[in-house]
């Protein structure tokens, strides 16, 4: 059973994976940057304990982290509690794919996941969205190239910063909005966190075909997906699980 660490900034996700992408026990923790070796040991036992498991189970260990102040305290944690070696995910290893951009050293391993999981299970031209703190595109030709990315603002922190910003606008947890066009303050706001969203996404998967000059698989994951994808016009594979199936195969590719 492989032990999976997905670093995010806005969650650490310590996950037991016995078969590829499907978690038989995991454990969620807000990010913060000043979380302890302790704190995540004591999170791996946590996690081992919950479905009776036990170490020796744990034949395996694959670690991708977006925040590099956590990601040595996760490995160190890893390492006193597994007594194995984690592999850390990084542009250098066989992914799958070649990677064509200015700094691959630089592309959000988050991102090289979903891809590696992605090229795995889909044919083609890809567009993988991942709906997490940030939003991000990222964009394979069917030759199976990395050939660039699109960043935006994530849908939380995108309405957390419009609240902030407008004295008038209240904190909203988000609903599905009754219709397209608002009546009121707060089912204005739900159909802009939800339609913003989703017509982005729609008009981006047009745009990158266009680009390509050839129909892209759009593939959308990530926390926030659930319920952006319903709302949008595209054909979009919703697939919650993606980033898991790319550790899943990075691990097999370079263990
Ligand atoms: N089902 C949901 N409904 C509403 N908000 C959600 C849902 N799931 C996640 N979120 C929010 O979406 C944001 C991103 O969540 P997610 O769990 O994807 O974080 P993460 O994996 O740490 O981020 P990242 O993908 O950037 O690494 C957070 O602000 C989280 O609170
Ligand atoms: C874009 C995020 C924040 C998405 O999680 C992450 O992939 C990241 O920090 N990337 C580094 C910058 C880049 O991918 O070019
Ligand atoms: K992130």
Redesign the pocket.
């Known amino acids: 059973m492989l032990l999976t660490v997905?670093i995010?900034?806005?969650?650490v996700?310590m996950g037991l994976m016995p078969t590829r992408g499907e978690l038989a026990s995991q454990l969620r923790f807000p990010?913060d940057k000043r979380r302890t070796v302790r704190e995540f040991m004591d999170g791996f036992e946590a996690l081992v304990a919950m479905h009776g498991f036990d170490f020796s189970d744990v034949t395996g260990a694959v670690v991708s982290s977006?925040v590099p102040e956590l990601t040595e305290s996760v490995v160190a944690s890893v390492r006193a509690k597994t007594n194995l070696e984690p592999l850390v995910v990084n542009y250098k290893m066989n992914l799958g794919f070649s990677i064509d951009m200015d700094t691959p050293e630089r592309l959000g391993v988050?991102m090289i996941a979903d891809a590696a999981g992605a090229v795995n299970d889909y044919d083609g031209a890809l567009a993988i969205f991942?709906?997490?703190?940030?939003t991000t595109c990222s964009v394979l030709t069917s030759d199976r190239t990395y050939i660039g990315s699109i960043i935006y603002p994530?849908?939380?922190?995108s309405q957390d910063a419009l609240t902030a910003q407008c004295s008038q606008l209240p904190f909203i947890k988000?609903e599905k909005p009754k219709g397209l066009i608002g009546k009121n303050t707060v089912e204005c706001m739900y159909s802009g966190v939800l339609y913003s969203n989703a017509a982005t996404i729609d008009g981006l998967i047009d745009r990158i075909a266009d680009e390509l000059g050839e129909p892209v698989t759009a593939i959308a994951t990530?926390?926030?997906s659930?319920?952006i994808v319903p709302a949008c016009r595209r054909k979009i594979v919703h697939d919650p699980n993606l980033l898991l199936k790319g550790l899943w195969d990075l691990y097999k590719l370079n263990a």
Request: hydrophobic share 40%.
């Open positions: 997905d995010g900034n806005t969650n996700v990010t977006v988050d991942d709906m997490g703190t940030a994530g849908v939380v922190i988000f990530g926390g926030v659930r319920m």
